[in-house]
């Protein structure tokens, strides 16, 4: 037996269609075994709240051992999992190819799918996962919506705070009006035909966020790509699935990537690379969709067609150079690595990405902002996320560039509720780096 692998971590498939997958009894004995395995080696600690929390119950139990722990008290541990995969991926010794083959992220996943089927799993949180529905209809009324979410609405944040459990003091994404797609549709570029990498050609997976949410994202992303000569559509068959996912309705992911897959093959049998716009939309369509979907032929052609915005601009400027224009923005950046950026083991592509930009420099910070979805939204989790998110704020501080950045939306924001939290005051700007690298080009959107 080995003390710890020095392979490259591997993942085996989520076999979540066989009965013993959701086996309340099962899934108790391998938590127990891999807890038992997370209590002795503790590499862990300071990456969430999950394992703080094991590592309490253990240590408060009569024994002071896992087998005076009472199985009900798990859940705790399974509630303050984020997905975000990082102990997988930075901190465990003992993923597989080691023989104690621990996936401590899927492991909560099984446990969530079982709440799923037994209807453990709050309305409130089966709602909020719904996306698309909750992106259309806020779009409709943007508006109303957006003066009804904001942080200083002493009238409905408060009502929101009863009846969705979101934490008053949670930033909640602003909607509009005008969705991605529309106003792509509306507003054709003209390819650069001079750029070195004329001829290229990408679909841009819109991800919710990026069609309802923040439309910016994706415009800057065009843009830029124009610029640089390549041909660009725009498309969004509908969600990721990442929200049902930490909800444990691997069904409904399922029958997401099963949907988008089919909507995206025929882009893909032109030649055309599949870019997403939020890295754990990437992130899903690379790795989580494969795993749980194995013999969707599909599937795996997106997995493989796939790749994060800032991980195709830096292959563009790789492999061909990239087209002339961006200027420096006369100030440095810190940038945030958001978990599932990291996660897709790519490398700090938008760093890379941001330091094309002439006389910037780049500091980045490689913790989690605490956020982790809507998980840091709610209620009982916000003080916790804000917590987890400390350190990151913290640095951020240190660095004292006035521009913060982050590849994910929601961590961005979390991060600077944290970091107003830290000064006192607000006198940093956040941004997606993409829409910085749009600004370097001169591009507005």
Not at 339 to 353: D, L, S, T, V, Y
Request: hydrophobic share 40%.
């Amino acid at each position: 037996m080995r003390e710890g692998s020095l392979e490259a971590p591997t993942r085996h498939n989520i076999d979540w269609t066989d009965p013993d997958f959701i086996n309340t009894e099962k899934i108790d004995e391998e938590m127990r075994r891999v807890f038992d395995i997370c209590h002795g080696c503790r590499r862990c600690f300071n990456l969430c709240d999950s394992f703080p929390r094991l590592f309490d119950l253990v240590d408060e139990s009569p024994t002071g051992e896992l087998d005076s722990v009472e199985s009900k008290d798990f859940k705790s541990v399974v509630d303050a999992c984020t997905l975000c995969d990082m102990c997988f991926l930075t901190k465990c010794p003992y993923v597989p190819p080691h023989e104690f083959n621990i996936d401590f992220p899927h492991l909560m996943l099984r446990y969530r799918a079982a709440d799923f089927k037994n209807n453990k799993i709050s309305i409130v949180s089966k709602e909020l996962a719904k996306t698309d529905r909750n992106g259309k209809i806020a779009s409709l009324t943007a508006p109303i919506a957006n003066w009804a979410t904001k942080t200083d609405n002493k009238i409905t944040r408060p009502l929101l705070e009863k009846t969705l459990k979101i934490h008053k003091e949670a930033t909640i994404p602003q909607f509009h009006s005008q969705t991605l797609v529309k106003q792509a549709e509306k507003n054709p570029l003209v390819v650069n035909k001079d750029a070195p990498a004329y001829g290229q050609k990408v679909v841009i997976y819109a991800t919710c966020f990026g069609n309802y949410n923040n439309p910016s994202l994706g415009l800057a992303a065009r843009a830029i790509l124009a610029h640089n000569g390549v041909e660009t559509e725009i498309v969004y068959p509908g969600c990721c699935g990442m929200p049902s996912l930490e909800q444990g309705d691997l069904e409904k992911v399922s029958n997401n990537a099963k949907h988008v897959a089919t909507e995206l093959k025929p882009w893909i049998d032109k030649g055309y690379t599949v870019i997403a716009l939020i890295p754990s939309c990437a992130l899903m369509l690379k790795q989580e969709w494969p795993l749980i979907s194995p013999h969707d032929a599909n599937v795996k052609a997106l997995s493989e067609a796939t790749k994060d915005i800032s991980e195709y601009i830096v292959s563009l400027a790789k492999k061909f150079s990239l087209a002339p224009g961006l200027n420096s923005l006369g100030e440095n950046i810190t940038l945030h690595l958001a978990c599932h950026a990291r996660a897709q083991n790519i490398g700090q592509k938008a760093a890379e990405m941001l330091r094309l930009i002439p006389d910037t420099k780049v500091d980045v910070i490689e913790r989690c902002s605490g956020h982790g979805g809507t998980w840091g939204m709610m209620v009982d989790n916000f003080e916790t996320a804000i917590k987890v998110g400390k350190p990151a704020a913290r640095q951020a501080v240190k660095n004292d560039n006035r521009l913060v950045l982050s590849e994910c939306p929601l961590a961005a924001d979390h991060l600077m509720q944290g970091i107003e939290r830290e000064t006192k005051e607000v006198t940093f700007t956040k941004a997606h780096p993409i829409e910085i690298f749009a600004k370097a080009y001169g591009i507005t959107t």
